[in-house]
C-alpha cells in the first residue's frame, strides 16, 4: 500500500518559519493536500494541488513539491499554529494520510 | 453553504457495532463523493473509505474490509457508516468528509465512538 511520511514532530520559536515535509514514492506524480487538525475538531484544508490555498487560508501558509518531497511553509509561525499537521495524497481512488506531524511553538 | 451534520458521540460494548450518520445540507447527497476518516487517540487520521467515481462504488481500506458497511439514504441526504464487531481499538473520533475539486473540501464535527466493556 501507499505510503506517505513526515517527521514525527517540528518545534519553531514565534514569528520564525516553520517547515514540514512529506515524502512517497512517486509523489512527485501525484498531488498533495496539506491539513491542519487538532484533536477533538475537524480537520482544514491548508494547501491542495501540492500550493494552492482554499479561500479564506492566510497567505503565510504555502506548500511547494521537489522531487518525491512536499513541504508545508509556515511563515511568522503563531502560537495558535500549533496542531497536528498531516500530508495527504491520492492512490488511484484511496485516500493516503501522511503519518502527521506535531508543529509546537515555543 | 455546505455542511456536515454527524450524529453524537456513541458508547458501545466489545464485539457490538455502531452506526454514525452524517447529513448533508446546502448539497446534494448524491452529488458528494463521501468518504470517513477515523483518529485514534494519539494516532493520525486514517482512511476508512470512501465513494469511487471510477466505478460508482465505496471502497474500503483492507483492515476494514468485511466490517464496514456505508449506506446512504438520498430522501433525506444522510449517508451512513456501520461498523461490526467492535473493539477496543476502534475507540475513535469518526468523521464523514466529502472531497470535492478545487480545493472544496467539507467535514463533519465528528462523532466519538467508545467501545468499553
Known amino acids: 500500500s501507499y505510503e506517505l511520511t513526515q517527521p514525527p514532530s517540528v518545534s519553531v520559536s514565534p514569528g520564525q518559519t516553520a517547515s514540514i515535509t512529506c515524502s512517497g514514492d512517486?509523489?512527485?506524480?501525484?498531488?498533495v493536500c496539506w491539513y491542519h487538525h487538532r484533536a477533538g475538531q475537524s480537520p482544514v484544508l491548508l494547501i491542495y494541488?501540492?500550493?494552492k490555498r482554499p479561500s479564506g487560508i492566510p497567505e503565510r501558509f504555502s506548500g511547494s513539491k521537489s522531487g518525491n518531497t512536499a513541504t508545508l511553509t509556515i511563515s511568522g509561525t503563531q502560537t495558535l499554529d500549533e496542531a497536528d499537521y498531516y500530508c495527504?495524497?491520492?492512490?488511484?481512488?484511496?485516500?493516503?494520510f501522511g503519518g502527521g506531524t506535531k508543529l509546537t511553538v515555543l | 453553504q455546505v455542511q456536515l451534520e454527524q450524529s453524537g458521540a456513541e458508547v458501545k460494548k466489545p464485539g457490538a457495532s455502531v452506526k454514525v450518520s452524517c447529513k448533508v445540507s446546502?448539497?446534494?447527497?448524491?452529488?458528494?463523493?463521501m468518504h470517513w476518516v477515523r483518529q485514534v487517540p494519539g494516532k493520525g487520521l486514517e482512511w476508512m473509505g470512501g465513494?469511487?467515481?471510477?466505478?460508482?462504488?465505496?471502497i474500503f481500506a483492507q483492515k476494514f474490509q468485511g466490517r464496514v458497511t456505508v449506506t446512504e439514504d438520498t430522501s433525506t441526504d444522510t449517508a451512513y457508516m456501520d461498523l461490526s464487531s467492535l473493539r477496543s481499538e476502534d475507540t475513535a473520533m469518526y468523521f464523514c468528509?466529502?472531497?470535492?475539486?478545487?480545493?472544496?473540501?467539507?467535514w463533519g464535527q465528528g462523532t466519538l465512538v467508545t467501545v468499553s466493556s
Open positions: 446546502g448539497y446534494s447527497l448524491t452529488e458528494l463523493p
Open positions: 468528509a466529502a472531497f470535492l475539486t478545487g480545493g472544496r473540501d467539507y
Open positions: 512517486t509523489l512527485g506524480d501525484r498531488y
Open positions: 465513494f469511487d467515481p471510477e466505478d460508482g462504488e465505496t
Open positions: 494541488q501540492d500550493k
Open positions: 495527504q495524497a491520492w492512490d488511484s481512488s484511496i485516500v493516503v
